[in-house]
């Protein structure tokens, strides 16, 4: 990913759980909240509600993949976290890309920065 790193540690993102703000969508709920960096931190989460292994791992690399994606068209400085729901294991990547390009990156300008 060209213009992001990882988020790893789990204080950033409890963080972001407790003080960012949210949208949600009925495959994913994306966290976001500014980091004052010149470069995003992205964080995916599968809980045990999914499924198995291979339905996390599956739902982890979709979202990898749409946010692989649409990552050019993403606000910089900022820390995303995106939480998997259980629907999403059934959709494909090009339909996750296409609802983060038509309404989440949208959404996350809208709850960052006050832009339509």
Same mark, same amino acid.
């Given at each position: 990913?060209?213009?992001?790193?990882?988020?790893?540690?789990? *204080?950033?993102?409890? @963080? !972001?759980?407790?003080?960012?703000?949210?949208? @949600?969508?009925?495959?994913?709920? $994306?966290?976001?909240?500014?980091?004052? !960096? +010149?470069?995003?931190?992205?964080?995916?989460? @599968?809980?045990?509600? $999914?499924?198995?292994?291979?339905? *996390?791992?599956?739902?982890?690399?979709? $979202?990898?993949? %749409?946010?692989?994606?649409?990552?050019?068209?993403? +606000?910089?400085?900022?820390? $995303? /976290?995106? /939480?998997? *729901?259980? &629907?999403?294991? &059934? %959709?494909? &990547?090009?339909? !996750? &890309?296409?609802?983060?390009?038509?309404?989440?990156? +949208?959404?996350?300008?809208?709850?960052?920065?006050? !832009?339509?």
């Amino acid at each position: 990913m060209l213009y992001t790193e990882i988020l790893n540690n789990n *204080r950033d993102f409890l @963080a !972001l759980y407790r003080k960012g703000k949210f949208t @949600a969508s009925k495959n994913i709920v $994306i966290y976001v909240r500014k980091n004052n !960096l +010149p470069f995003n931190r992205l964080g995916i989460t @599968a809980g045990k509600k $999914i499924g198995n292994a291979v339905h *996390r791992n599956r739902a982890k690399r979709i $979202i990898r993949q %749409a946010y692989r994606e649409n990552e050019l068209a993403m +606000p910089l400085g900022i820390d $995303i /976290v995106i /939480v998997a *729901r259980s &629907s999403v294991c &059934s %959709a494909k &990547s090009t339909e !996750l &890309s296409g609802y983060l390009k038509k309404y989440g990156i +949208p959404e996350i300008n809208r709850l960052l920065f006050g !832009l339509s």
